[in-house]
């Protein structure tokens, strides 16, 4: 076996293990009792995601697991192997496959790796985000940091930085979506997971910019390096520039809502049924927080949200898939890797 000074890994969400209820239990109590998505007191957060919304959301949660579930499992860890079996075409350094939640799990892949590589000098973690969220980037990264430093590994761990506005990024993203403007359509909408709106203030360096400051996103700041938001309407106004989107023909919403407190606004689902009141009868769907399809593009959006559109009054509805293992975006990935490898720290974050 060849042994390896150099690693690679990708970094996703996660996934149930099954679509039986214990098992998206499990899934849901560690993805929600995560403090970074549900940044209540640990006790508070205990009562709501232990007592109130996995009892109630499981079961919901697994019939909607089961309307995408494929025969090899979860779409989402499906595609990200994919994703990572073409990505290791291009290398002979080993690139490995994490989940932030259920498995493969970061505490077992470090091991492997060392275990396999005892030379292994540097890892390059490759967050599968294109923004920066403390419920997302934030969360897979520090985990994967406290694991390594809990075993005190020798190895140096680099991490790439939230993607939003690479050019490559914009460029692939781009050119998924150019083939379905090819046919008439009244709106392309950019729906985005979304998040409470707490969770942009909190992560607001200054104290005193995101949502505070009129027309934040476009006011410059250094919180921008941290807020979702910005990052967001950054990649909606990239892709729309590079495919020449009409404004008139563009929206930008948030979908994913969980609990009563406010969250990032305009909602997906609260649009949705009146687009075709406005005159909205042909609508485009894309997910650019999403790079491989998941419970959130292929459940929530792809059949949920096609079924309010089209029983409100829509004639059309496309969802856009995300990028998946589209060959661009496979040699876009291959690229920022072989850039961090040769020296370069434009993709690394500081």
């Known amino acids: 076996m060849n ?30 009792m995560d403090e970074r998505v549900i940044d209540k007191p640990w006790l508070l957060r205990t009562l709501l995601v232990r007592g109130i919304i996995v009892p109630f959301r499981a079961k919901n949660s697994a019939e909607a697991y089961r309307k995408i579930w494929t025969d090899e499992g979860s779409p ?3 595609i990200s192997r994919q994703l990572q079996q073409a990505v290791q075409q291009n290398f002979e350094e080993p690139v490995e ?49 406290h694991q390594h430093r809990k075993k005190k590994y020798a190895s140096v761990l680099k991490t790439v930085k939230p993607f939003y506005n690479n050019e490559q990024f914009i460029y692939a993203l781009s050119e998924s979506i150019r083939p379905y403007l090819e046919k008439e359509y009244d709106k392309i909408l950019f729906s985005y997971h979304g998040l409470p709106q707490r969770h942009i203030i909190k992560g607001d360096m200054t104290g005193h910019h995101c949502m505070q ?51 990032l606004l305009p909602s997906t689902q609260e649009r949705l049924p009146n687009l075709p009141g406005e005159g909205i009868k042909r609508l485009l769907v894309v997910c650019p927080a ?43 990935v291959a690229c920022w890797i072989r850039d961090c490898f040769n020296g370069s720290e434009e993709m690394l974050f500081q």
């Open 97 to 145: 496959l994490v989940m932030r939640y259920q498995n493969p799990s970061a505490a077992s892949v470090l091991k492997k790796l060392h275990a396999e590589n005892p030379q292994l000098k540097e890892i390059l973690l490759l967050p599968l985000y294109p923004h920066y969220a403390m419920s997302s980037y934030e969360t897979a990264v520090e985990d994967i940091k």
């Open 290 to 332: 999403f790079v491989s399809d998941c419970l959130e593009t292929l459940e929530e959006i792809a059949i949920q949200a096609k079924k309010d559109f089209l029983n409100a009054g829509g004639e059309s509805f496309q969802f856009i898939p995300c990028m998946n293992t589209q060959p661009l975006w496979v040699q876009t």
């Open 213 to 263: 400051v009129h027309d934040c996103c476009h006011v410059a700041s250094p919180a921008h390096k941290f807020c979702y938001r910005h990052q967001t309407v950054v990649t909606t106004e990239l892709v729309a520039k590079a495919l020449n989107i009409p404004e008139e023909k563009l929206e930008q919403t948030y979908q994913s809502r969980l609990g009563n407190d406010p969250w």
């Open 3 to 32: 042994q390896h000074s150099r690693a690679i890994i990708l970094m996703n969400l996660g996934s149930p293990g099954s679509t039986e209820v214990k098992d998206v239990k499990k899934y849901l109590n560690e993805f929600l």
């Open 76 to 78: 989402l860890i499906v």
